[in-house]
């Protein structure tokens, strides 16, 4: 029997580990093939921020590390915005702001409006525990 099949024992239905370990078993994936989060023992974004100020390097403007740029869902999106006039199915570059909460730091970039559609160029990106700031920068390259 497969934990949580019986309606008395259903446990916590967002445990990511006993619904992959479910989900291996029903349908013979491997369950590193169903793990789509990173490391439990990654540092989060926010603390390697926090360090980093504290080793006063100036971290507004700082590029996350590879293996730590997409490990880690924001805890809160705050601001999103994209300027997309071609439609839905587009695939194309689009310019787009947002502001993202990881713990006390707010992730504010995307790309510039003047950079027109279908460009990537433009791009930019804020680190900052002002979330007002984070809102106003985000706001100002998109309007």
Request: some cysteine; charged content about 30%; overall charge negative.
């Amino acid at each position: 029997m497969i934990q949580g099949s019986d309606p008395d024992d259903r446990g916590d239905p967002f445990d990511r580990n006993r619904n992959v370990s479910a989900l291996a078993h029903l349908g013979g994936a491997s369950v590193s093939a169903l793990d789509f989060g990173g490391d439990k023992n990654q540092m989060k974004i926010s603390d390697w921020l926090d360090e980093k100020a504290a080793e006063n390097v100036d971290v507004s403007q700082i590029v996350l590390p590879k293996d730590m740029s997409f490990d880690e869902a924001p805890d809160e999106t705050i601001y999103f915005k994209e300027i997309k006039p071609c439609g839905i199915l587009c695939t194309q570059n689009h310019p787009f702001s947002t502001v993202e909460r990881f713990g006390n730091w707010y992730y504010s970039r995307g790309q510039d409006k003047k950079a027109g559609i279908h460009s990537s160029n433009m791009q930019w990106r804020l680190f900052t525990k002002d979330k007002d700031s984070a809102l106003q920068t985000a706001k100002a390259h998109i309007e």
